[in-house]
């Protein structure tokens, strides 16, 4: 390489490395300007009433209502209700078992005439907080597991009839 044309290189090597520099500088230099709010409550906010839509599963002979900013996939004898929150499953068979917990981690839930069992347990994964609620239907002898997280669970729980 001739002399001039590699001195020339350097020297833009040089420039565009100060001019790089320069910048990164004013970065690091900046102050950010932080605004304070003061934030005066008026009046206590009301809860927004959830809107529901029904749900029927002829399969497992059951009715329900779920919020309906949720996304329902069913099959023959199941459903996953799921919102960007949320998600509760549904699912009915044969001899469900029942989920190995201490006694203080269940409770026993009346729909209608007959008792199921709400169990309180976590993932084992993160332990995220998840119930899971059985019961037994009368006239199909099938067992029907709800099993889900948050305000979608409780709805759907509190609105399950069996048919």
Known sequence: MPKNTFILVVLLAIIASLLVGFNVGKKFNQTSATATME???????????????????????????????MQVKESTR??????????????????????????????????????????????PKDGTPINVFIITHPKTDMDILVSGIGSAFTTIIGSLTLQ
Do not use: M, W
């Open 78 to 123: 199941s459903a996953v209700f799921s919102s960007a929150t949320d998600a509760v499953v549904l699912a009915c068979q044969k001899d469900i078992p029942g989920i190995a917990i201490s006694e203080d981690n269940k409770e026993t839930v009346q729909i209608g005439s007959v008792s199921g069992t709400l169990y309180h347990t976590a993932s």
């Open 39 to 69: 934030i005066t409550p008026t009046a206590s906010p009301t809860p927004e009433p959830i809107t529901v839509r029904p749900y029927t599963n002829t399969s497992c002979s059951v009715s329900l209502s779920y919020p309906a900013n």
